[in-house]
C-alpha cells in the first residue's frame, strides 16, 4: 500500500513534463544533480541560524545600536489587578466602553483607571524599539550578503534565456550552497515567529515564507535552478533596503531613511512589479506551453508564484502608501504593518485629569470650595 503511494507520489508526469521524469537527474559523467535528501541539510542549517542570530544580537547589534542612538523610552507597567488581567488575556485586549464601565464596577475603579490599566497592559507586550532595531539589524546584514551571494552565484550560471523547464543542467556547488543557505534562513524565520515583531501583516508574512519555501523545495527537488536562483535574488535586492531604512527609523536618522526608503521602493517596484512578472514568470508559464504540454508541477510551481505576486502587490501598495505620506512633510519613515505604540502616559492622564479638575473645581462631599486665594489687587 505504502509503496503504491509512493510510486504514485513521484510518479514522472506530476513532476516532468512529457518525455523528462527522474532518470534524467540520475549523476553520471561527472555531473551531478540536486537530490531530494540534500533539502534534509536545511533544517540543522537554520537551526545555526537560530544560533548565529542570537550571538550576533548581542556582539553586534545592541553596540550597533548604542552607536547609532537607539533608546527606549521608560514604559509605566501596569498595577497587578487579577480581573483586568483575566480578561485581557481571555477575552480582549481592546475591551468595549460597555465592558470598561462593567469592568470598573467589578474593580471598583474609575472607567479612566481601568482605561489607563488596558493601555499600559497593551503597551507592555509591544516590542521595544532595540528588540525591533535587532531583527532589523540580522535580517539586514542576511539580504545584503545573500544578494551579492547571488549575484555570485549568476557568474556560474547563465540567465534564464531558456526555458526554466530544461531539467538536464548538472548542479554547480555555489548552486547548492546557495539554495541550502537561503531555504535554512526561511526556516529560521518560521522556527523563530513566536518570538519576532508581530506586524499587521503577520499572516501575508507567513504565507509569503510558506510559499517562498515550497517554491524553493520544488525548484530543487526537480532542478528548475536556474529560475529559482532568479527568484530568490530578485526578493533580495530589495529587502536588505527596507531592512536598513527600518534601521535608521528607530535610531531617528530621518533624512537618511527617507533617501533609503525611497530606493527600496524603487527597487521593489521594479524587480518584484516588473522583471519578476515579465520576465521570470514569462519564462515559468508561457515559454514552456510552447515546448511542453502543460503537467501538474507546471500548475503548482506557477500557482506559487502567482501567491507571492498577490502579495507583493499588497506590499507595493503599502509601500507607496507611505512614500506619499512621508514625501510632502519629509518626515520619518513609519512602516504601516508596524504595532504602533500608545504613547499616553500617566503624566498626560494626570495632566489631563489636573486640567479638568481647573476647570471645574475641586469637588469635596459634591460642592465647590471657595477659592480663597484671591487677592485684592491694590
Known amino acids: 500500500m505504502l509503496s503504491r503511494l509512493s510510486e504514485l507520489i513521484w510518479a514522472d508526469w506530476i513532476w516532468f513534463p512529457e518525455g523528462h521524469g527522474w532518470a534524467d537527474l540520475t549523476d553520471h559523467d561527472g555531473k551531478v544533480y540536486p ?3 540534500d533539502l534534509w541539510a536545511t533544517v540543522p542549517i537554520a537551526l545555526c541560524f537560530l544560533v548565529i542570530r542570537q550571538i550576533f544580537e548581542r556582539t553586534v547589534a545592541i553596540p550597533l545600536a548604542s552607536l547609532l542612538g537607539v533608546s527606549d523610552k521608560q514604559r509605566v507597567r501596569a498595577p497587578p489587578n487579577p480581573t483586568l488581567e483575566s480578561y485581557f488575556c481571555s477575552t480582549s485586549k481592546h475591551p468595549t466602553q460597555s465592558s470598561i464601565e462593567s469592568l470598573s464596577k467589578q474593580t471598583g475603579c474609575s472607567v479612566r483607571q481601568v482605561q489607563r490599566w488596558f493601555r499600559r497592559r497593551r503597551n507592555q507586550d509591544r516590542p521595544s524599539k532595540l528588540k525591533k532595531f535587532r531583527e532589523a539589524s540580522w535580517r539586514f546584514t542576511f539580504y545584503l550578503l545573500a544578494f551579492f551571494a547571488g549575484l555570485a552565484v ?4 547563465s540567465t534564464v ?5 530544461q531539467s538536464v543542467y548538472p548542479l554547480l556547488p555555489s548552486q547548492y550552497w546557495y539554495y541550502m543557505i537561503e531555504l535554512g534562513f526561511y526556516l529560521s524565520l518560521l522556527f523563530s515567529v513566536a518570538s519576532d515583531v508581530k506586524r499587521k ?8 515564507h ?7 523545495s520544488f525548484s530543487w527537488l526537480v532542478n528548475y535552478i536556474r529560475a529559482g536562483t532568479l527568484i530568490m535574488l530578485v526578493h533580495d535586492a530589495s529587502d536588505y533596503l527596507m531592512e536598513s531604512a527600518k534601521m535608521f527609523n528607530y535610531a531617528g536618522w530621518r533624512k537618511t531613511c527617507n533617501f533609503i526608503f525611497t530606493v527600496f521602493a524603487a527597487v521593489f517596484i521594479i524587480t518584484r512589479l516588473i522583471i519578476l512578472p515579465f520576465w521570470i514568470t514569462h519564462t515559468t508559464w508561457v515559454y514552456p506551453l510552447t515546448l ?3 503537467f501538474l508541477g507546471f500548475y503548482f510551481f506557477n500557482g506559487l508564484m502567482f501567491v507571492l505576486q498577490i502579495l507583493h502587490i499588497f506590499w507595493a501598495a503599502l509601500i507607496l502608501r507611505m512614500v506619499i505620506k512621508f ?3 519629509n518626515d520619518i519613515v513609519e512602516d504601516e504593518r508596524s504595532d504602533k505604540e500608545e504613547t499616553e502616559s500617566e503624566d498626560e492622564d494626570d495632566d ?3 486640567r479638568e479638575k481647573s476647570k471645574n473645581g475641586h469637588m469635596q462631599n459634591g460642592h465647590t470650595p471657595h477659592n480663597n486665594n484671591h487677592r485684592k489687587r491694590h
Open 35 to 37: 537530490k531530494t535528501r
Open 154 to 157: 549568476l557568474v556560474d550560471v
Open 161 to 165: 534565456s531558456e526555458s526554466a523547464w
Open 201 to 208: 501583516d503577520f499572516k501575508e508574512q507567513i504565507v509569503h
Open 210 to 216: 510558506v510559499a517562498t519555501i515550497l517554491l524553493i
Open 292 to 294: 511542453y504540454p502543460p
Open 327 to 329: 514625501l510632502p512633510g
Open 352 to 354: 489631563h485629569e489636573r
